[in-house]
Antibody, heavy 127, light 107 residues
Framework: EVQLVESGGGLEQAGRSLILSCTGS????????ISWVRQAPGRGLEWVGL??????????EYAASVRGTFTMSRDYSKSIAYLQINSLKSEDTAVYYC??????????????????WGRGTLVTVSS | EIVLAQSPATLSLSPGERATLSCRAS??????LAWYQQKPGQAPRLLIY???NRATGIPARFRGSGSGTDFTLTISSLEPEDFAFYYC?????????FGGGTKVEIK
């Protein structure tokens, strides 16, 4: 089955760190960029960052709101992408989704729409 | 940053009616715009990519149109399962952004 599965969420104290995982299966994980998108309770979708595919050496792009505190990485041998969240704040409380996109060099940013999503993992930050 | 403004925030309609959702970009995104549907407790699902292309398995009652800064998602005749949140998203420039969403609710 083609799927993405997130894990690693939970209740964590403000100021601490957390690492989320996104495991891909049923498709060529190396060929896709992986984005993280979060959704705070009762709110809309917020793109957090993208890590490129193996061909593009896993280089990254971040939203300004998380740059410097969030770090993405990937393990191609295990088909896993990671999101490390440092210095957790209450406003980081959200469901975190991982999603994939194909290379699409027609656009300036270079990546396609999000055609597959995981079910998400909930991160709750207590103050 | 490209801001996507969706309107209306809420659309109250009955099954069988036509729904028209708008997404306006603060600068041109060409046709690099997608629409997603999200139901409560579920992940978003890709409906339309590149402004007017239906994703795999999406019924023909969903139609996307527009280019540049003005985009529309039309649901020709609402089915009970179509009552949900809808988000637009641009993949033209960094940072990637989403609109604030439109809730389509049962009248």
């Amino acid at each position: 089955e083609v799927q993405l599965v997130e894990s690693g969420g939970g209740l964590e104290q403000a100021g601490r760190s957390l690492i989320l995982s996104c495991t891909g299966s049923g498709f060529s994980f190396d060929d896709y960029a992986i984005s993280w998108v979060r959704q705070a309770p009762g709110r809309g979708l917020e793109w957090v960052g993208l890590i490129r595919n193996k061909e593009y050496r896993g280089t990254t792009e971040y939203a300004a709101s998380v740059r410097g505190t969030f770090t993405m990485s990937r393990d191609y041998s295990k088909s896993i992408a990671y999101l490390q969240i440092n210095s957790l704040k209450s406003e980081d409380t959200a469901v975190y989704y991982c999603t994939r996109s194909r290379l699409a060099l027609d656009s300036p940013a270079g990546w396609g729409s999000f055609d597959l999503w995981g079910r998400g993992t909930l991160v709750t930050v207590s103050s | 940053e490209i801001v996507l403004a969706q309107s209306p925030a809420t659309l109250s309609l009955s099954p069988g009616e036509r729904a028209t959702l708008s997404c306006r970009a603060s600068q041109s995104v060409s046709n690099y715009l997608a629409w997603y549907q999200q139901k409560p407790g579920q992940a978003p699902r890709l409906l339309i990519y590149d402004a007017s292309n239906r994703a795999t398995g999406i019924p023909a009652r969903f139609r996307g149109s527009g280019s540049g800064t003005d985009f529309t998602l039309t649901i020709s005749s609402l089915e009970p399962e179509d009552f949900a949140f809808y988000y637009c998203h641009q993949r033209s420039n960094w940072p990637l952004t989403f609109g604030g969403g439109t809730k389509v609710e049962i009248k």
